[in-house]
């Protein structure tokens, strides 16, 4: 068997917003189109989730969620800057400007029950949700990455990479593609958004770094989102990490011998569309979990034209265990 060219973890995010996108996750993994899932601790299907993770031997890790629904942390759930006067986190977007106008006191302290001295809201939402995760599947989380990439926002960064020190969590995701500003298929709000993370990731990279924090050589997800997933989309992804290949490409031994491998994670989003009224993090599922892209992107990471080009192209499929 050749060696392959590519290690790569194909993460199904979102796992536990709700039984049909466990079920489209699960489904997908089966079949050979994705490695490894991110769970939502605080979503509603979260326990069903982690149950079907130990069941198929899935490999998971934390979903980290500031953005959607409610806190995990008692605490937080009455007053808090995290929260709306509804006491649900601010949104994508919300949580963002929030920040921005310095609205959101990341530095103010609370005392926890679980804590013996004052702790950071935001670490503590965090600890509280790896806590949950815990509970849910007997273990710490493998890696550890933000909804919507809220971990790589300033301020958030920082407290983010304290936490994962702390807890000897070792993978996060860095969402910088290769390539994206060569994507003129991506709408330009969405471009605009994704430019933006580009930068709050490239700026958390000395953070990640000082904490002792990993990621894999190359992020690819953005640019095969939704509809835009093809098979020739995915191979021009595919070819785009493995033309990102630089000095700090880990040499692995396989079979005996020395052969620079890229290691990359390929975010996705699979499932069967939510139904309304069913599923979320307590406001109900939105509309990105109702769309019909989630299934388009679960028929084709198990299309067998799919599976066929990351062989042709030397790429294995693996968990962030693995890497």
Same mark, same amino acid.
């Not at 983010?160 to 860095?174: G, K, N």
């Not at 990279?205 to 509809?227: C, E, N």
């Not at 599976?307 to 890497?323: I, N, T, Y």
């Given at each position: ?61 934390? !979903? ?5 629904? *409610? ?6 759930? #009455?007053?808090? *800057? ?15 400007? *929030? ?8 530095? #103010? ?12 809201? &935001? ?24 909804? #919507? !990439? ?23 995701? &860095?969402?910088? /593609?290769?390539?994206? !500003? ?17 930068? +709050?990731?490239? +700026? ?30 995915? #191979? ?56 019909? /892209? ?27 265990? +693995?890497?």
């Amino acid at each position: 068997m050749p060696l392959p060219r590519l290690l790569m973890v194909v993460t199904g995010d979102d796992f536990g917003y709700c039984p049909r996108r466990n079920r489209g996750i699960v489904d997908c993994f089966l079949a050979g189109g994705i490695s490894n899932v991110s769970l939502l601790v605080n979503a509603s299907a979260a326990k069903e989730a982690a149950s079907l993770a130990g069941r198929h031997k899935i490999p998971i890790g934390l !979903h980290a969620n500031l953005s959607e629904g *409610t806190p995990v942390c008692q605490n937080l759930q #009455q007053i808090s *800057t995290l929260i709306n006067p509804q006491g649900f986190f601010h949104g994508k977007m919300g949580f963002r400007q *929030t920040l921005e106008k310095g609205q959101l006191s990341i530095n #103010q302290g609370t005392v926890c029950p679980m804590a013996s001295q004052p702790e950071k809201k &935001v670490e503590l939402e965090l600890k509280a949700q790896v806590r949950r995760f815990v509970e849910l599947t007997g273990h710490l989380p493998h890696h550890m990455d933000g909804h #919507q !990439h809220v971990h790589v926002l300033p301020d958030v960064r920082e407290v983010f990479a304290q936490v994962l020190s702390d807890l000897r969590i070792p993978f996060t995701r &860095v969402p910088m /593609e290769p390539g994206l !500003h060569n994507c003129p298929w991506v709408p330009a709000h969405l471009h605009t958004f994704y430019m933006q993370v580009e930068k +709050d990731a490239r +700026d958390s990279i000395p953070v990640f770094k000082h904490y002792g924090i990993r990621w894999p050589d190359v992020y690819l997800g953005l640019s095969t989102m939704g509809q835009n997933m093809s098979v020739s989309s995915l #191979q021009r992804a595919i070819q785009q990490a493995l033309g990102a290949r630089t000095s700090d490409t880990t040499s692995r031994r396989a079979s005996g011998l020395h052969q620079a491998v890229v290691t990359a994670e390929l975010m996705v989003h699979p499932g069967y569309p939510s139904h309304p009224q069913e599923g979320g993090c307590g406001e109900g599922p939105d509309d990105f979990s109702q769309s019909t /892209e989630r299934e388009h992107e679960l028929n084709m990471l198990r299309n067998p034209s799919v599976l066929k080009l990351f062989c042709q192209e030397g790429v294995q499929l693996c968990g962030f265990r +693995d890497l």
